[in-house]
Nanobody, 116 residues
Framework: VHVVESGGGLVQAGGSLRLSCAAS????????MGWYRQTPGKQRELVAA???????NYLDSVKGRFTISRDNAKNTMYLQMNSLKPEDTAVYYC???????????WGQGTQVTVSS
């Protein structure tokens, strides 16, 4: 499985960005897809995740501002980020997890910078 992110960039506080993650290869093996983020010196944290059935979960600090969605037919996942804050600045990584959580696949990351 190969995953590729797109859509990062620089935005002012209060603005919006939409991230996309396209999966290819043995996508039938994927159950959960998610977005993680990481800043220098900190551990990577789960921002939002969505399963094949559509169940979602979010980091508390992004609830009500970020929306994760998934188009199973296109093997693509999205993260709509609204009301962005400077503390959302990070490298955002797409993750695809196989059924049974046996394998994790990661994208190369995309930088999101929110200026104050």
């Amino acid at each position: 499985v190969h995953v590729v992110e797109s859509g990062g960039g620089l935005v002012q506080a209060g603005g919006s960005l939409r991230l996309s993650c396209a999966a290819s290869g043995s996508t039938f093996s994927i159950n959960r897809m998610g977005w993680y983020r990481q800043t220098p010196g900190k551990q990577r944290e789960l921002v939002a995740a969505i399963t094949t059935s559509g169940s979602t979960n979010y980091l508390d600090s992004v609830k009500g501002r970020f929306t994760i969605s998934r188009d199973n037919a296109k093997n693509t996942m999205y993260l709509q980020m609204n009301s962005l804050k400077p503390e959302d600045t990070a490298v955002y990584y797409c993750n695809a997890r196989s059924w049974g959580s046996r394998f994790d696949y990661w994208g190369q990351g995309t930088q999101v910078t929110v200026s104050s």
